[in-house]
């Protein structure tokens, strides 16, 4: 069974300054993605960034950018320049390849401080 | 176009009744996912939809949880006897595809149905 961890129940920044949250998962898998979500006030999930398995690139997105290290099974994201609009739960999920399932870590929160 | 809704966005009910929690998947969307966030916790897989089958229901708790998609497009989640342990955020997905082999098909995520079940 596979297992998604993040270590960081609660973070905190000043605007403009980079934070990384961390991830770390375990599974037997090979063909997977990787993904974290941003959940605001409102509640609606919204994907951040995706990673590939197969891909050795780190994906990016604007400001926000991931570290994939495969054999260390550790997938944290950064993000640059931080907004106050960044203050919300941020969530870590693996899905296999061909499945559907996102299995959650259990999310960390963050706050950016004008 | 439109997202993903769910009504209601918030459901307050007494131990024992039973509750029907309604999701509007956007259009086009074959795959429908209903997923339960319980406090302070990552959401947690219930039941997935491909058309109007539930291709997988593992995640379904127990008997009193039941999911259906009779037209293939809005789902509803029902909930016998609630419980206090099903307090909860209740959010609903919907996807182009689910688990074709080889594509990703990104899931879009509604507000959710917080149900608290005093």
């Known amino acids: 069974a596979q297992t998604v961890t993040q270590s960081q129940p609660e973070m905190s920044v000043q605007e403009a300054e980079t934070v990384t949250l961390s991830c770390t998962y375990d599974?037997?898998?090979?063909?997977?993605?990787l993904f974290w979500y941003k959940q605001p006030p409102s509640r609606q999930m919204i994907l951040v960034i995706r990673?590939?398995?197969?891909k050795q690139q780190n994906a990016t997105e604007n400001r926000f950018s991931v570290n994939f290290q495969k054999a260390a099974k550790s997938f944290s994201l950064k993000i640059s320049d931080s907004q106050l609009g960044d203050t919300a739960m941020y969530f870590c999920a693996f899905m296999k390849r061909s499945n559907y399932q996102l299995i959650w870590g259990a999310g960390t929160k963050l706050i950016i401080k004008p | 176009g439109a997202g993903v809704s769910q009504t209601p966005s918030n459901k307050v009910t007494e131990k024992g009744k039973y509750v029907e929690l309604r999701c509007d998947p956007i259009s086009g969307h074959t795959a429908l996912y209903w997923y339960r966030q319980s406090l302070g916790q990552g959401p947690e897989f219930l039941i997935y939809?491909?058309?109007?089958?539930?291709?997988?229901d593992s995640g379904l708790p127990n008997d009193r949880f039941f999911a259906v998609r009779p037209e293939g497009s809005v789902s509803t989640l029902k909930i016998q006897r609630t419980e206090r342990g099903d307090s909860a955020v209740y959010l609903c997905a919907s996807s182009l595809k689910g688990g074709v082999a080889g594509y990703y098909n990104e899931q879009f995520f509604g507000p959710g149905t917080r149900l608290t079940v005093l």
């Open positions: 939809f491909q058309g109007t089958g539930a291709a997988d």
């Open positions: 990673q590939e398995a197969y």
């Open positions: 599974t037997s898998e090979s063909n997977y993605y």
